[in-house]
């Protein structure tokens, strides 16, 4: 009866120790199954930030080079538009002033005038019609070459006034809002000077010598603060 007690005890001390050995083992089976997991979840999960990186990386550099591009654009929409502002507000001013020089053409004769019509462009019938005015009436053939160039210069003028506000608004989409708006100010500003002298040279008696004065000033100034902040940008750039 002992012998056999012992036995039962022996046997349920195996299968105690059979299942407590089989239930560490599934244990650690369970655990490093789980770490596997969790490890590959892990890689899984670093190479997705790699990817996003890359990725993030990649589109930062298309845009810090988009942003490249649109300031190199800039500074030569910048530099053209100021050259043509320049140009215009170069042919727009001298063709009103109290000291405005006129030739007499009193020491030219027929070659020399021909010579001057030619270099102001004068068309060639033009230049006949002149001519031959010249050789019967020198006095009116003066008076009808000063009022065709002075045409030609308003011409002149409203043709370069033209280039100028057709480069801003070809290019205004690359302009920041600071340098739009001086652009455009100073376009519109320098228009309305030509029209008033415009009005001044075709009807003298409704010239305002006061309004006009006040706003070559305005337009010196703004060009004066303009050269300002194009010199600080290019600096900023450089």
Known sequence: MEKLELEIINSLTKVILESALLLFI????????????????????????????????????????????????????????????????????????????HLTFEEYNSEDMENYLKNNRVPNGKISEILTLFESDKNNATNETRRYIRMIEFENAKISMSEFSNFFWLNEFYLNENFRTSFNNLRLQMHSLLSDYEIANNFPELRSIETISEKENLIDQNIDSLVSDLRKEFLKKS
Not at 72 to 96: C, D, N, T, V, W
Request: proline content about 1%.
């Open 26 to 101: 599934s244990r650690l089976i369970i655990k490093k199954f789980i770490e596997n997991i969790f490890i590959k979840k892990i890689e899984l999960t670093k190479h997705e930030l790699n990817t996003s990186i890359e990725e993030l990386k990649y589109r930062l550099q298309i845009d810090l080079l988009n942003v490249k591009i649109i300031l190199e654009k800039q500074h030569l929409i910048y530099a053209e538009m100021y050259a043509k502002l320049l140009s215009s507000h170069g042919k727009i001013r001298p063709l009103f002033g109290m000291l405005r020089e």
